[in-house]
Nanobody
Framework: QVQLVESGGGLVQAGGSLRLSCAAS????????MGWFRQAPGKEREFVAG????????VYADSVKGRFTISRDNARNTMYLQMNSLKPEDTAVYYC???????????????????WGKGTLVTVSS
């Protein structure tokens, strides 16, 4: 049974930082691209960042480029999202997801993802 569990969310002031973690179990984590997505109240879920199975390739949404950094530790079956210079518009529930296919490139498309975590809430106050 595949499980993805996010942690690290919370309340932070604008300009602050948070580090999210996604702990994976039940899948060959080292062989799957992973991604972070977010959903703000009343809005559709959107792509934030993606990382290849090896960690050598990353992609970011324009809205977070230069502020967020995605990384992974395959030995710990864990993915991370370092979020700096947070803005109120970053407020959302953040989800991690695994790709449908092994050895694939990171994708920004929800339909390319298979398993999802339950999310962790990030609130940025102004």
């Amino acid at each position: 049974q595949v499980q993805l569990v996010e942690s690290g969310g919370g309340l932070v002031q604008a300009g602050g930082s948070l580090r999210l973690s996604c702990a994976a179990s039940g899948l060959a984590f080292f062989s799957y691209a992973m991604g972070w997505f977010r959903q703000a109240p009343g809005k559709e879920r959107e792509f934030v960042a993606g990382i290849s199975w090896s960690g050598s390739s990353t992609v970011y949404a324009d809205s977070v480029k230069g502020r967020f950094t995605i990384s992974r530790d395959n030995a710990r079956n864990t993915m991370y999202l370092q979020m700096n210079s947070l803005k109120p518009e970053d407020t959302a529930v953040y989800y991690c997801a695994s790709a449908k296919s092994r050895w694939s490139r990171p994708s920004s498309h929800l339909q390319d993802m298979d398993y999802w975590g339950k999310g962790t809430l990030v609130t940025v106050s102004s």
